[in-house]
T-cell receptor
Framework: AQSVTQLDSQVPVFEEAPVELRCNYSSSVSVYLFWYVQYPNQGLQLLLKYLSGSTLVKGINGFEAEFNKSQTSFHLRKPSVHISDTAEYFCALYNFNKFYFGSGTKLNVKP | DADVTQTPRNRITKTGKRIMLECSQTKGHDRMYWYRQDPGLGLRLIYYSFDVKDINKGEISDGYSVSRQAQAKFSLSLESAIPNQTALYFC?????????????FGEGSRLTVL
């Protein structure tokens, strides 16, 4: 069975501080992994994706994620956040033509 | 213009009414999806379609139906709306040939059932 778990429903952080949003997945086969971002009153847009190759993946807006097969994790990181990063972030898994989404993490960046 | 367009963006209706949410895309993708978003539950798949003649149920299809009128159009219907169908609904597309799994989302349709 495939599943995605986002361990934190909300993450408050001060501007310019580093942040890590955690994602763990469960799958018995190789998967593609994604992070999507949803800004207020908007649809989801792709932040970054891991298909194969290098385990460190860089995305838009300074975000990066590391694929860790042994720990079945795909945590999202940013060294210094901005107010504009306030949004909800979704981790997702894709295989066998299906997508599985985590429950989302709301990142609240405070001034 | 957006590549994936949903109408209406907001709708308030009453219990028992029939509602249709429409989705059109200009990306030329074969695959189209309808998702429902509820706070704390993430996105759950309602229906998906890999081409005009292909319709598949997702994990929460009860109470919903869909129609794939053309490659570019995929509509979601609630035959008799109930309050627990109040949610944010998203249409999405993906490219069969690329098959990297990336989804392209519309901006969502917020439905409130009173």
């Amino acid at each position: 069975a495939q599943s995605v778990t986002q361990l934190d429903s909300q993450v408050p952080v001060f501007e310019e501080a580093p942040v890590e949003l955690r994602c763990n997945y469960s799958s018995s086969v190789s998967v593609y992994l994604f992070w999507y971002v949803q800004y207020p009153n908007q649809g989801l847009q792709l932040l970054l994706k891991y298909l194969s190759g290098s385990t460190l993946v860089k995305g838009i807006n300074g975000f990066e994620a590391e694929f860790n097969k042994s720990q079945t994790s795909f945590h999202l990181r940013k060294p210094s956040v901005h107010i504009s990063d306030t949004a909800e972030y979704f981790c997702a898994l894709y295989n066998f033509n299906k997508f599985y989404f985590g429950s989302g993490t709301k990142l609240n960046v405070k001034p | 213009d957006a590549d994936v367009t949903q109408t209406p963006r907001n709708r308030i209706t009453k219990t028992g009414k029939r509602i249709m949410l429409e989705c059109s895309q200009t990306k030329g993708h074969d695959r189209m999806y309808w998702y429902r978003q509820d706070p704390g539950l993430g996105l759950r798949l309602i229906y998906y379609s890999f081409d005009v003649k292909d319709i598949n149920k997702g994990e929460i299809s009860d109470g919903y139906s869909v129609s794939r009128q053309a490659q570019a159009k995929f509509s979601l219907s609630l035959e008799s709306a109930i309050p627990n169908q109040t949610a944010l609904y998203f249409c999405a597309t993906s490219d069969l040939e690329q098959d990297t799994g990336e989804l392209f989302f519309g901006e969502g349709s917020r439905l409130t059932v009173l």
